[in-house]
Structure formats: C-alpha cells, structure tokens
C-alpha cells in the first residue's frame, strides 16, 4: 500500500513542472488583443486592480491632445486582466490603480516583426512562419506588470467603505466575519451562532438545515474542531449547502462550511494582539504576525484560551424493561476546566511569478477536567431509592499537522495547477472516575460504588490531492483533479469496577476494548463549466469514490473489514442571470456517508453506565439527492435572498435506543445503536436578507422554514417522531454611532424541531448528544447578545470590546425522547448571560525600507518591471 501511495504522490506532483503554450489566436485587422497580471513587490496577484487603456487624440477646441477612455476593467482574483479589440493604428497607453499602490502608467503598443526578404512580390505566397510572426504579435502577452507600494503605515488610510456581508456564487455563499464584534476573543464557534443558516446547540454543535456539515479550513478538510479556532483569525465563512463535484461526496450530506483565515496582502509586516476575560475566570490571548518581503512571506499565529464553563439541567426517564417500572430523575451540575494552546507556522515562497510553494506546519495542546454532580432519585415498581453520582475526568490532547502546496498559474487566462499534501495527527487520552453513593429513606449512605475508565488513543490523517483548471474554447473552463484519503485511528480503554461492599476492583473485560482501524478514500473528478449566452451559465461535474476499512480488535486479533465499489456523484449547477440586479440559481447534487469504523464494531461502550453504546457491523452507506433552487436580489446596499431545498436520503444512518440484553450484566437494559433507516426527507424555504437601513445601521435577517421526517418503518416495534414543520430564525443589527462606538445587537429562535441527524458519530456515550435523530424532538427557544465596541489610539489600531451571551438565560436545550419502553426528557443550560471583556491592537508598516538589503537594486522597486 505504502508503495502504491509513494507512486502517486510523485505522480501528482510531477504534474506542476508541465506548461502549457500560450493560447494564440490573433485579432482580426485592425484589431489587436493585449493581457497581462498585475502583482505587488513580491509577485503576489494584486485583486481588483483598475486596469483601463486610454487613447490619445487632438482637441480641436484646444489645440492638445487629450486622453479618452477606451477600454476598463477591474484584475481578477488572480491579478489577471485581458483587453481585445484594440485599435491597431492609436496612440494607446494603460494606466494601472489600486489602493495602497502607487499609480502606474505605460505606453501599449503592438510590435511588429521585422519582414525578412521584404515584402512578397505580387502573385507569391507570404513566407508560412512570418505570417505566423505576424498573428502572434497582435496577441500579446504584457507579463507581469509589478505595482509599487506606497510607503505608509498600516491603517494610515481610511477607505469610505467595507465589504458586503453576503457573496453570492454559482456553489456557495460567503459571509465576511472579520468585523463581528459578539464573537470578538471566543472561537469559531461563536462565529457560527452569528452566521445566516447555521444553528448552533448548547454544546456547539453546528447544523444546517438541520443536519451536522463537514468543517474545512482554506478549502480543504481538517480534523481542528470549531473550538479549537480563534474566532479573531477568520476572513470569511462559506456556506455550501449543494457541494459540486470537485469536493469529498463522502462525509455529511448537510454541505460544507468553509473556514477563510485572514491572511497578509501586502508587502511589510502586520499583526495583532488579542487578550481577553469572562465573568467565569475564562481568558484568551490570540496573536499573529505576517511578514512578505521579496519572494517570502511568512506567518506566525499563536493562542491560548482558558475555558470555565458551567453547565445546570435536569433529567427524568421512565421506562417498563421485562415488566419492571421504573423512573429515573436527575439533578445536573457541571463545570469544566480547560485550557488549549494553537500555534500556526507558515511560509509561502514565490518561485517565479506564477509559482508558489507553500508548507505550514500547526501544533496544539490541551487538557480538559469536566465534574459532574448528579443527585439521582431512582424508583422501581414503586420503590424509591437515592443516589449521588460523582464524577471527574481528566482529558488530553495534542493535534499536530503538516501542510505542503504548490500552485502554478499559466499565462493562460485562469488557468492553473495545484497540488497539496495534508498530514493531520494526535494523541489523546483520559481518565474518567465515576463513584456514586446510595441513600436510604434516612439520608444515609448505605452503600459505594466507584468504576474507572483509562483510555488512551491516535490518529492520523493523510490526504493527497491535485486540481487542475484550463479554459477551453467557447469561453468553456475545465476542471478536473485526484485524491487520496488515509486515515489511521488507534484506541486503548479499559474498564474496572469496584462494586458496592467490595475493596477489590475488577476488570470489566468485555467493556474494555482496544482497537485499531484504517480507512481509504479514494476519487477523481473532472466538471466544465460556461454560459450559453441569453441563456444561462452552467456548471456541470461528476465525481467517482471507492472506499474500504480495515480493522481490528486488539484484544482477540478479531477482524473487521468491508470495502465500498466505486460509484458515481454527478453535480449540475445552472444560474440565469434575470437582469442586472435578479439572478435565478438551481443545482441537484448526489452525495453519499459511509458508516464509520467506530460505528461498526460490535462491541458495547460501557464507559458510562448511565449510556451504554454498541457499534452494528451490519450498517450500509447511505446515499443523498439534494435540490435547490434560489432567488437574489440586490439593489444598492441590499441584498435579498430566498431559497427553496428538498434533500432525500435512503438507507439514513442514525442513533437509535432500544431494549437490549446488556452482555455486561445480562439482563435487559436500554443500549443506544445505529441503524439504517428506510429514509429521510427534509425539504423548506429560507430567506436571507442584508440591508443598510441608515447610514449608522446595518441589519441582517434569516429565516428558514422546515419540514423534516425520518422514516423507521423497516425497523420492529419502531416509535418515531412524526413529520414536523418547524421555523428557525436570525437577526443581526450593528450601529456605529459617533465617537467611535459600535453596538451590535443579534438574536436567534428555534422553533419546536425534529433532533438532528447525528452523522459520523463515533463511540461513546451519547451523553449531550440527542438520544437518537429518529426518536424525539426539541423544544423551543431564543437568545440575545449584545456587545459594544470602542475603537481608540492613533488610526484606530486598538479597540476594547464588551460583549453579553444568552442575556435572559434562554437558551436552555430540552430534548424529549421516546420509544420501546421508554420517555425521557433533558434539559440543560450552558454559561448563560456571559461576560466578556477583549482588548485588541493592531500594529504593521507597508514601508519595506525597514527591511534592509544588500542589493544594489534594493531602491529600484518604484516602477514598473516586465518578466
């Protein structure tokens, strides 16, 4: 195997040493086609350049000559610009401008070749290759065309104006984050509470339209979780409820969020400094620095939270199991230590112009200790009896990675290369003890039983992957690309209890498990995408995935395999542009989630005695078609949004609780497993609008209206929750009020709910997870925050923020479950109205004369250069 990876990956990197010739086609006489980049000091794109040519021609009135305009545009993403039909006998000249670049002016003109042998004589054919002289000169290709920076200090210019909170594109929406102040020093988790169509629950956990997305960072997958990301680092958050063919069909069928980071543009250094504090000892200190000069630029980020949460509830379960009654009540208190250390090393290095090669490398390290103090009342056919469960746990862990890229952009108007090689890995461990005391009537304690649990575990994900993108013809672009996914998981848990009346602690062997598992992904895509013109653009894709495990019970050496065939994912996207301001958007995509390693093994979890797991080996992959049509409009500041989904999966994969005989103590007890079933549909209308209602006040709203269902009737004795239209809703309001102060005011609420479906969930106790997707629902409820920013210090680099969560205690989560034998209902509220002070500065100069050099070129950089 490790041959047959080492093979491919010289084989996907061998591709960006390949060029493509420049495409060639000459304008017809007298016309002529100019191109060309516009980069910074370093050879970065610069975006959204203006990039105009200007004809010179005589004033009569004057008796001067004077400029008039001919062609205009703005550079792409990419720096690049493309300008044809240019007159052949004009004076012409460009003129290049960009904020915070000095003004760049040139003379453009086309170069004829010399004729060698003079002209044909009449009757003789022209030479083949000076003909082909000819044509190629009226195509020509500027080069780069590097921008001068003007030397000022960061900051130092205010720009009357921001980025718009909503971008929509042909697969995905893009909110930008970088300005929200609630979120000021939390994690990305508390960027997703402010985000239009996500939902957040008490304990973090995200969904879309009702259902758990699969997380990236830059574009590609990651195994971070949301809390472990500064909220301070993020640019922007793209939304991709209809993933195309060019992203993993395996993983969630919700969609993908995408994290942007912030990143450096310009040349010299810049940073930030974050501290912070909430009202229950939490604290965050968050830094970063970007350094560019000549063809590097490197990044430093590093944080460091301190995490006190508080968690209160209650819990009753009442079940008949063997025609035993019985109810179960319980008080919640719990608190969680933690702290969590990040850090972040990058380096891009720019080869030439259109080469860049990248390598980041990212450690962490955390340690979490959660208490909980349940007080139980427990009554069995009428019997009513105490306890008092405490537990503490101790969790690690240390997540490591490795990133490597190389990106090769050709002359070629948009096209490029890529190729990355993703290492993730970590270690964790725990040590969890649970001792419970009984009661009699008295309030005494009759007896104690104590049971401990010590695991510890790895894994390891590899990724291997190459795009590669090429227009065609027809105004047609291309895209295609491979990829490879290892993942490697490793866990050692055991199990001892000390029962009630005994010193001795025995070993629950059939509850202490060690295993070992690797996973394969492997998938290719290729999709095109163009305009058919007074028509629509298109974009259409198909994508191809086989998957297989491998595993292994270390204990016995019992073997667990299964391996998936290849099956296809095809992706269809169409936009029809209805005016200038309307756009009309549809696209349906085929997605697939394949049960898990951990989902699989049966073996039972019987690390909580209060939420007992077992994985079920006979679980099949579930397949999802999504449809979704969508309607924008813009109009000046505003922008409105409404969408209509319908999503249908067969074969679902969800959590499920019923009356099983309990290997470990063989009697009948509730287990929580997976099963498949039959179907789900979920389907609804969202609406998303973004406005400045005046000049101090910007609003965003988000409504979704939903229905959702999911359908066990292959499952016996099966009791579910009933087809359910629920609505969910967002509102953001922020004020920049004189002085310097903004206010930001948002709100959210949940109606009543289907619970979600709990996709690529591992082992473990369910515990604040909901029970199963498929039994029960979730009761209402909203919340408020409000911060209120003031900015201070010279060009406003340093700004304090104070910021209130959950300020009427609302968000509490109650969740009822029901089934064969069994009600439960559980409610829990987590660190309600939240204090938070952060503090934050700026500091960074575009000047690069602080960056001394030897050159004797080192001055040169104030003009224009040709490569």
């Not at 929406?173 to 102040?181: A, G, H, P, W």
């Amino acid at each position: 195997m490790m041959k047959k990876l080492f093979t491919l990956i010289m084989m996907l990197f061998s591709l960006a040493g390949f060029a493509q010739m420049p495409s060639g086609g000459a304008g017809k006489m007298p016309e002529w086609k100019a191109y060309g980049k516009i980069v910074d000091e370093q050879g970065k794109p610069v975006e959204f350049a203006s990039v105009v040519v200007l004809k010179s021609v005589f004033d009569k009135d004057t008796k001067k000559e004077k400029d008039v305009l001919v062609k205009a545009q703005q550079t792409q993403l990419n720096g690049d610009f493309s300008f044809s039909g240019l007159p052949m006998m004009a004076k012409l000249k460009l003129k290049i401008s960009s904020v915070g670049y000095k003004t760049l002016e040139m003379p453009l003109a086309v170069s004829m070749p010399k004729m060698e042998g003079g002209a044909p004589k009449p009757g003789q054919q022209p030479d083949p290759a000076m003909m082909a002289k000819m044509m190629a000169a009226m195509d020509k290709d500027l080069g780069n065309i590097k921008l001068a920076s003007e030397s000022t200090l960061l900051d130092g210019v205010t720009v009357n104006g921001s980025k718009p909170l909503l971008e929509m594109d042909i697969d995905k929406k893009s909110f930008n984050v970088s300005k929200n102040l609630v979120t000021s020093g939390g994690t990305a988790v508390d960027i997703m509470r402010n985000i239009p169509s996500l939902q957040v629950d008490i304990d973090g956990n995200v969904k879309l339209r009702n259902a758990s997305p699969v997380l990236y960072i830059d574009g590609r997958p990651t195994t971070l979780t949301l809390d472990q990301i500064p909220a301070d680092a993020i640019e922007k958050v793209e939304v991709i409820t209809n993933p195309s063919a060019k992203y993993d069909a395996s993983g969630s069928t919700a969609g993908i969020l995408n994290l942007v980071l912030k990143k450096n543009k310009k040349s010299g250094y810049n940073g930030m400094v974050n501290v912070g504090a909430d009202r229950f000892g939490g604290s965050n200190i968050m830094g970063n620095l970007s350094v560019r000069q000549n063809k590097v630029n490197v990044s430093l980020m590093f944080m460091n939270m301190r995490m006190r949460n508080n968690v209160t509830g209650n819990s009753d379960r009442s079940s008949t199991i063997g025609g035993t009654q019985s109810s179960i009540a319980q008080d919640i208190n719990s608190k969680t230590k933690g702290n969590m250390t990040f850090g972040r090393l990058g380096m891009d290095y720019y080869v030439s112009n259109r080469a860049t090669l990248s390598v980041a490398g990212f450690f962490g390290q955390g340690n979490f200790d959660p208490t909980e103090d349940l007080k139980i009342t427990t009554k069995i056919n009428g019997v009513t009896s105490f306890s008092n469960r405490l537990s503490n746990t101790e969790r690690a862990f240390k997540p490591r990675g490795l990133q490597l890229g190389f990106k090769q952009n050709f002359k070629t108007e948009g096209e490029e290369l890529s190729a990355d090689l993703n290492y993730f890995g970590g270690d964790n461990s725990s040590n969890a003890v649970y001792s419970t005391n009984y009661y009699n009537a008295q309030n005494a304690i009759t007896g104690n039983q104590i049971q401990k649990n010590i695991g510890e575990g790895n894994n390891k994900v590899l990724t291997v992957q190459t795009d590669y993108v090429k227009p065609l013809k027809g105004k047609i672009t291309l895209e295609t690309g491979a990829k490879i996914q290892i993942n490697y998981n490793k866990n050692l848990n055991n199990n001892t209890l000390k029962a009630v009346g005994s010193d001795i602690y025995k070993d629950i062997t059939s509850a202490s498990v060690n295993y070992e598992g690797e996973n394969y992904v492997y998938a290719a895509y290729v999709s095109f995408a163009g305009k058919l013109p007074k028509l629509f653009s298109y974009k259409v894709g198909l994508r191809g995935e086989s998957s297989k495990y491998d595993g292994s019970l270390l204990a016995n050496n019992q073997k667990f395999s299964n391996e998936y065939p290849i099956s296809l994912f095809p992706s269809i996207f169409l936009t029809r542009e209805l005016s200038k301001t309307d756009q009309l958007q549809l696209s349906v995509t085929r997605r697939v989630n394949r049960p898990n390693f951990f989902q699989q093994i049966p073996y039972v979890d019987y690390s909580d005695s209060l939420n007992i797991t077992r994985g079920n080996p006979n679980l099949v992959p579930e397949f999802t078609t999504s449809s979704e049509i969508s309607y924008s409009h813009s109009k000046g500041n505003s922008t409105f949004l409404a969408s209509g989904y319908y999503k249908y999966t067969n074969n679902l994969i969800t959590r499920y609780l019923s009356q099983e005989i309990n290997p470990i103590s063989g009697k009948t007890d509730l287990i929580n497993t997976y099963i498949n079933a039959n179907s789900s549909v979920t389907y609804g209308t969202e609406f998303t609008y973004t406005t400045k209602l005046k000049a101090f006040w910007d609003l965003t709203a988000n409504l979704n209206f939903y229905n959702s269902k999911i359908n066990t009737q292959n499952i016996e004795n099966a009791q579910v929750t009933d087809a359910l239209w629920t609505v969910f809703g967002k509102i953001n309001n922020s004020f920049t009020l004189p002085k310097k102060w903004v206010i930001q005011l948002s709100g959210d609420y949940q109606g009543k709910t289907n619970m979600p479906i709990t996709q690529n969930q591992g082992f473990g106790p369910p515990m604040s997870q909901a029970q199963s997707s498929s039994q029960g629902y979730i009761k209402p409820f909203y919340g408020v925050d409000i911060a209120i920013k003031k900015s201070f210090l010279k060009n406003d680099i340093a700004s304090a923020t104070l910021s209130v969560n959950d300020i009427f205690r609302t968000r509490g989560n109650t969740q009822v479950s029901y089934g064969e034998g069994f009600t439960q209902t559980y409610y829990r509220l987590n660190n309600p109205q939240l204090v938070r002070l952060n503090l934050s500065i700026r500091f960074g100069q575009m000047d690069m004369s602080i960056f001394k050099r030897s050159s004797k070129n080192a001055s040169s950089m104030d003009g224009m250069q040709m490569q």
